[in-house]
C-alpha cells in the first residue's frame, strides 16, 4: 500500500501564483524523509475520482477558471469520501481550499474553509 498519493495542480486545476509542480515536489520530499513511500500525480480527476489504496491524499491544486462539469464533480466527491470513508486521510495543501467550489460537500471534506 502506498502511504501517499500527491494530486498536483496541473491543466485546469493550475494557475500562474503556485508553482504546483515544485511545491508538490518538496511536499514528496518531505514525505519521503518522514520514512513514507509517496507518489505524485498530475491527473487531478482520475486521482480524486480513484486515489487508488493509499492512507493519506495530499491534495495540492488550484481552482479551475471554468467550473467542472457536474459528472466530473460528482465522481471526485464519490472518490473522495469513498477514501475517508475507507479510513484515508485528506491533507488540502493552501489554495486547495479554494478549488472545487461547485462541490458542496468539498469544505466539508477538507475539513475548513478560506
Keep these: 500500500m502506498l502511504d501517499a498519493l500527491i494530486i498536483s495542480g496541473s491543466g485546469p486545476y493550475a494557475d500562474p501564483w503556485h508553482p504546483f509542480p515544485i511545491t508538490s515536489g518538496r511536499i514528496a520530499d518531505i514525505v ?3 520514512g513514507y ?7 487531478i480527476e482520475a486521482g480524486l475520482r480513484d486515489p487508488g489504496d493509499c492512507r493519506l ?7 479551475p477558471a471554468q467550473p467542472r462539469p457536474s459528472e466530473v ?7 473522495l469520501e469513498n477514501h475517508l470513508a475507507a479510513g484515508g486521510a485528506i491533507l488540502g495543501m493552501h489554495s486547495s481550499i479554494t478549488s ?9 471534506i477538507l475539513g475548513g474553509t478560506w
Design 100 to 108: 472545487l467550489t461547485t462541490m458542496p460537500q468539498w469544505r466539508r
Design 57 to 63: 491524499l495530499i491534495i495540492n491544486i488550484g481552482n
Design 32 to 34: 519521503n524523509d518522514l
Design 73 to 79: 464533480i460528482e465522481a471526485s466527491r464519490a472518490g
Design 37 to 43: 513511500s509517496v507518489d505524485i500525480t498530475e491527473h
